[in-house]
């Protein structure tokens, strides 16, 4: 997904905002960068600057951290790097998280 990996490249100290939603019939990952005017559902003032709504669907349930690793997973593969490389720095237990990547 090299559209993901140019976001992340991009952003300050290639961390993003993403909202995650656990309990998906499949992993997937959704980047809308339209320009509407109003704040996005994660919270974005759109109205100034194209911002990327970036949603990340996995299927693991939301208990116990499993649907974090499922993200921390799923995202490494997607960008091409290794776990260890991802981390979510804010939002543990809320499904609006921040995560930054080690490129």
């Keep these: 997904m090299s559209d993901l990996k140019s976001y992340i490249t991009a952003a300050p100290d ?4 993403v909202k995650v939603t656990p309990k998906a019939s499949r992993n997937r990952i ?3 960068d339209t320009k509407d005017g109003t704040k996005d559902d994660i ?7 194209r911002v990327p709504h970036i949603r990340v669907y996995v299927t693991t349930v939301p208990e116990n951290g499993k ?5 921390i997973k799923f995202l490494a593969k997607e960008v091409g790097v290794a776990r260890s490389a991802v981390t979510i720095t804010h939002g ?3 499904n609006i998280k921040t995560i930054r990547f080690d490129l």
């Design 92 to 94: 543990h237990k809320n």
């Design 14 to 17: 290639h961390t993003i905002t």
């Design 30 to 32: 959704t980047i809308d």
């Design 67 to 71: 649907a974090n690793q499922a993200v």
């Design 43 to 49: 919270g974005n003032d759109a109205s100034h600057a």
